[in-house]
């Protein structure tokens, strides 16, 4: 089992950053690949970014490339998204996941995370 917790969330206005962060407990952190996903009201839960458990390969969604960067501490069992020049289409709530495999490749749909925090709301304000 991987317990996943988010912090960071906020209000924020359109141009400005925020940094989530992700605290891991449980199974062995630094062995799994870590995403994550973002689900704005009345919308389905999409991937933003995800990383490998070393930290040298990462990828993102085409919505937030160059803008977003996905980083990690395997010392401190926590994951980071740096989000900048936020926009008011980012506004959701935004979750971490982790598969229950470990993987060499990057997954990038829901299904393919097993454990999820209870997410961390983001506001952008135009």
């Known amino acids: 089992q991987v317990q996943l917790v988010e912090s960071g969330g906020g209000l924020v206005q359109a141009g400005g950053s925020l940094r989530l962060s992700c605290a891991a407990s449980?199974?062995?952190?630094?062995?799994?690949?870590m995403g994550w996903f973002r689900q704005a009201p009345g919308k389905e839960r999409e991937f933003v970014a995800a990383?490998?458990?070393?930290?040298?390969?990462?990828y993102y969604a085409d919505s937030v490339k160059g803008r977003f960067t996905i980083s990690r501490d395997n010392a401190k069992n926590t994951v980071y998204l740096q989000m900048n020049r936020l926009k008011p289409e980012d506004t959701a709530v935004y979750y971490c996941?982790?598969?229950?495999?470990?993987?060499?490749?990057?997954?990038?749909?829901?299904?393919?995370?097993?454990?999820w925090g209870q997410g961390t709301q983001v506001t952008v304000s135009s």
């Open positions: 990383i490998t458990w070393s930290g040298s390969s990462t």
């Open positions: 449980g199974r062995t952190f630094s062995r799994n690949v």
């Open positions: 996941a982790a598969p229950a495999v470990s993987s060499s490749y990057l997954p990038t749909t829901r299904g393919e995370y097993d454990y």
